[in-house]
Each structure stands twice: as structure tokens, then as C-alpha cells.
């Protein structure tokens, strides 16, 4: 009985506990460790007052008191550590986190990732495949995936510690990634390898996020978490990209003030290498830095959605206005393509830092807008094809084109349709979140059939 | 008694000082001893003793290390540097010259006695 009551007692003063922690972990001012600190010392401070005959809760109320006000500590800490306030891009900062022992490897471990993601495009080059040269410049174009990506995968395989099962599933997909891009006798300058340049890296990408979930890819929140890091990863890249093009001109220029050429160095060293190993460290840098910068996609997003249904608007304005059809030539569908992309971007974006709970407004309707009128004009594109695809017949190109704008215009249509229908307050937001996450499988099961099926039946022109 | 604010604030740095240059301890000790010895006239707000301590850290006075003794908590122990002793003696120094300079009025003034706290320090 008197037990019992005991171990009540002990619960109820660790759940105060747990809620004043939570408590101080919500303040930006005092990091993990402190909060870890000042619980050692409310806890001493408690044993001492219950040993003096105080109950659990009074001695926890005492406690808490003379810890000081909430404000007033963090006051303190923040003019100690004002370093804090402003968000920290180094390393994560935390080395006395729980999970130490693994998060110390992490960067050995992603270090030895991207290095075998740099070294790996220079491999081929041992077996006489010239990477600068014109004639092998197929081969590195249909493999260009095939250098870095099984790298990222295998980093975070280790780091999501996934099964064998998986490690099975995700070796064998790069395996019949490498096959189907180097089996079929395929010319240099067939329409077939662009196609295939262009969609491994697409299905290969989404293998990789088959080891980004863990393995746990029917779960959409996981699938949501993997959309949210491709657009993360994407602009981390740039700007690895950009500091990478910096550092390439200094290079050029440096040496050649002193009269040697660094040109072959940058061409078959410093450029492929650097940009295969930049594809493992923005990965890094995204999930190191997911809880501790802004995330930028969902920023760029506000920005350039009133930007991009402006533009929309104006052009469909101006097409009923001046009553031109469109021009359809030859890479125009590809720009409706791209277009396509752009606003389903802005849209999965919006979505994956939109609060799930939160009710409809301006900006949503903003989107809906964008939405709508990319659609119309899509419509409007594909119309005008129509009528002249017989005349210039199916070929890989233009079957991809087409297939493409349809596959996303099926997605923004429904999208479109589920939108309106959570902007007049019928249907939950997450349906859409829903929608978004099934579809990825539309498009891994159309990059394999474009990398895979399309030379078959295309006869490999 | 009550010490006023900036008094605390004045006399916390050579304190907690002077306690880690008798071996090295944590937050919690700190404050029972500086308790201690104050014989329970020096209160301070308990969770400001830490910013003090990150300070002190950050200026190389003390360093700090996480540890979990035999059967206990994972502690942060404070240990004073060389770099701390030379700043401890310092402040002791200067300590010396603001006491004996109070010791110096307060045997010319006879007529300061603390018996009963000033009306407007009453309601702090």
C-alpha cells in the first residue's frame, strides 16, 4: 500500500519534472545542456528538501522557486551565450547529446561517403574512359547518377541503420540502374541516352529515398519528411555550387598568375569530383542543419508563388487578349514541362511546411490561383499538340514530353480539385498531403519505365 | 539580513572561484557551500549561479567536463584554470584594499551600527 503510494508520488514529481524540462527546452536562449544542467541541480535540490521532511510536490515547488524566474534565467543566458540567438550554421553544436558516441561518426562516416562518391567518377578514367574527352562522353552522361548516388544511399542506410531486406532491395535497384544504362547498344547521339541521361537520376533519386525512410516507404509522413529534403538538398547544392564556382575561378586565375595551367586540373579533378561529393554533403548539411536554420524551400516558396500566378495570369490575360495561339514547335512542351515542375514545386512546398491544422487563407488561395491557371494553360498546350503530333509521329522524345505533361497534369488537376475543396472547408488539408506522397510512386514507376522500357520500344533510335 | 543585489553580483566571481581552487565541483555544491560559509546570509537566485559559471568558462577561468560518478547523475564539474588562480588572486587583492578600506571607517565612525534596517531597505 505504502509502496504503492511511493511509487504514485515518484511519478507524479517526474512528470513535473518532464513538464518543467520541456518547459526550458522551448527557449531558444538555453540549449540542451543547459537544460540538463539546471535539471541536475533542480533534482539535487529537491532530494535535499524532501530528506529535510518536505512532500515531493512542496519540495518541487521550493525548488523551482529559488531556481530563479524563467525569463530571467534565460535573460542571463542569453546575454552569456548571445551567440545563440543567432542560429549556428557550424557543426551541430551539441556534443554532449545522448546520441554522442553516433553523431561523433557521422561526419568520419559522411566524410568517407562523399569521398568514394569523388573518387568513384574517376574510376572509369582508369579504364581508359577519357572524362574530358568527346568520345566517352555518353558513357559519363547515362552513368552521371550512378557516381554519387549509391554513395548517399549507402550513407544513409548506415545512418537510418535499415535492414538487410532493404540494403537487398536498394542494391539490386542500383544494380539494374547501372545494367539498363549500359546494356542496350545505344548510339552517342540517340534520342534514347538523353532521355536515359535525364531519368536515372530521377529513379535513382528515388531509390535513395527508399534509404532516406529507413526503409519505411508506405508511411507518408516519412515520404513527406524525404519531398521536404529534396528541396532542401536541392538548394544546398546551389549554394555549394556557387561557393564551388568560386573557388574554381581563384583557382584558374591564382595559378595562372604564376604562369601554369590549373585548366586540366579543374577539368578532370576539382569539377566532377567536387560536384559528386557536394551531392553527399549538402545531404548532410540538410539533415544536420534540418532543426537549426529555417528551412529555405518553404521561404522561396512565399516569395515566388504570388510572383509565378501573376506571370500565369498575365499570360493567360494576354493569350485570350491579343488571341494568338501558341506556337507550338518543337521545345515547347518541354518549357510547359518545366513550368509544370515549377508550380508543383511551389505547391508540394507550400505543403510540406504548411501547418496541417491550420485554417484557409490568402495565401492558399494564391496557390489554387497558380494552380489553376498553369493548368488552363497546360490544357491549352496540349490542345494545340494534338493536332500536329500525327504529323510529326511518335518519337522517344516526344512520347517522354508528353507522357510527362501528363502525368503532372493529372497531379495538379486532382491537386487543383482537392484544394478547392479544403478552401471552402470540405475536406482536410492532409488529403492533399496524401495525394502528393502516393503520387511519387507515379513518378518512379515512370522514370524506370523511361530508362528501362523506352529503348525496347523504341527500338533503340 | 539582506545583501543587496550588486553587492551578491560584486562578490560571486572571487567565491565561487575561491571554492573550485579547492578542487574541482558543480553547480549544486557550489551553492551549498557558498551557503555555508555565509552561514546562510548570501542567498542567490539559484539558476543565475550558471550563466556566471558559462562566463567564467568562456574567459578560460574554469573549465568544464561532463561526468557521471559511481552511482549518480551525469554532472558538469568545474575545475579552475591556471589562468583562474592568477584572476582569484587578483580579485583577492583587490578585495583586501576595499576591506581594509571599510575597516578604516568603521572604526573612525563609531556611530554606524547596523541595528535596525533602514526604512527604505525594509520593504525589498
Known sequence: MTVDRDRDRDHDLEGQIAEWRAYMHRRRELHHTDAEELEDHLRSRISELTEGGLRDDEAFLIAVKRMGSLDELSREFAREHSERLWKQLVLPAEPDAPTAARSRRE????????????????????????????????????????????????????????????????????????????????????????????????????????????????????????????????????????????????????????????????????????????????????????????????????????????????????????????????????????????????????????????????????????????????????????????????????????????????????????????????????????????????????AWAVVLAFPLVFDFA | MHITKDLVAASATPLVLGILADGESYGYAILKQVNDLSGGQLEWTDGLLYPLLHRLERLGHVESAWDTPPGGRRRKYYRITDQGRVELAEQRRQWATVVDALRGIWSTTQSIRPIAAPAWEAGR
Request: glycine share 8%.
Open chain 1, 107 to 446: 561526419l568520419p562516416v559522411m566524410v568517407l561517403c562523399a569521398a568514394v562518391a569523388a573518387l568513384a567518377i574517376k574510376v572509369p578514367g582508369w579504364f581508359g574512359l577519357d572524362l574530358s574527352g568527346e568520345d566517352d562522353a555518353g558513357f559519363y552522361a547515362r552513368n552521371i547518377s550512378l557516381f554519387a548516388l549509391p554513395a548517399l544511399a549507402a550513407y544513409f542506410a548506415w545512418q537510418r541503420r535499415v535492414g538487410l531486406r532493404v540494403i537487398a532491395v536498394l542494391a539490386s535497384l542500383f544494380v539494374l540502374g547501372a545494367v539498363a544504362a549500359n546494356v542496350y547498344p545505344l548510339a552517342d547521339d540517340s534520342q534514347s541516352i538523353v532521355l536515359a541521361a535525364i531519368h536515372l537520376p530521377i529513379a535513382l533519386w528515388l531509390v535513395v529515398g527508399v534509404a532516406y525512410v529507413g526503409g519505411d516507404w508506405r508511411s507518408d509522413r516519412r515520404r513527406m519528411d524525404f519531398i521536404r529534403f529534396t528541396g532542401e538538398w536541392l538548394i544546398y547544392f546551389a549554394l555549394l555550387g556557387l561557393g564551388g564556382g568560386v573557388l574554381t575561378v581563384f583557382t584558374a586565375g591564382t595559378f595562372k598568375a604564376i604562369g601554369l595551367d590549373a585548366g586540366e586540373f579543374i577539368g578532370s579533378w576539382l569539377l566532377p569530383c567536387g560536384a559528386m561529393a557536394a551531392v553527399i554533403v549538402s545531404a548532410w548539411l540538410v539533415e544536420a542543419k534540418q532543426s537549426v536554420i529555417e528551412n529555405m524551400a518553404p521561404v522561396l516558396t512565399r516569395v515566388f508563388t504570388p510572383l509565378f500566378a501573376a506571370t500565369l495570369l498575365a499570360f493567360l490575360v494576354a493569350v485570350i487578349w491579343t488571341n494568338n495561339g501558341i506556337d507550338v514547335e518543337r521545345d515547347v512542351l518541354i518549357l510547359f514541362d518545366l513550368l509544370l515542375v515549377i508550380v508543383l514545386g511551389l505547391l508540394l512546398y507550400a505543403i510540406s511546411a504548411r501547418d496541417l491544422t491550420a485554417r484557409p487563407g490568402l495565401f492558399d488561395r494564391l496557390q489554387l490561383a497558380l494552380v489553376v491557371s498553369a493548368l488552363i494553360i497546360d490544357v491549352l498546350v496540349l490542345v494545340a499538340i494534338t493536332g500536329r503530333i500525327t504529323e510529326w509521329g511518335f518519337s522517344p522524345n516526344k512520347t517522354a514530353a508528353l507522357g510527362e505533361n501528363l502525368i503532372l497534369l493529372t497531379n495538379l488537376a486532382w491537386s487543383a480539385w482537392l484544394f478547392l475543396g479544403f478552401i471552402r472547408g470540405r475536406m482536410p488539408f492532409a488529403s492533399l498531403e496524401r495525394w502528393q506522397t502516393r503520387y511519387l510512386t507515379v513518378y518512379a514507376v515512370w
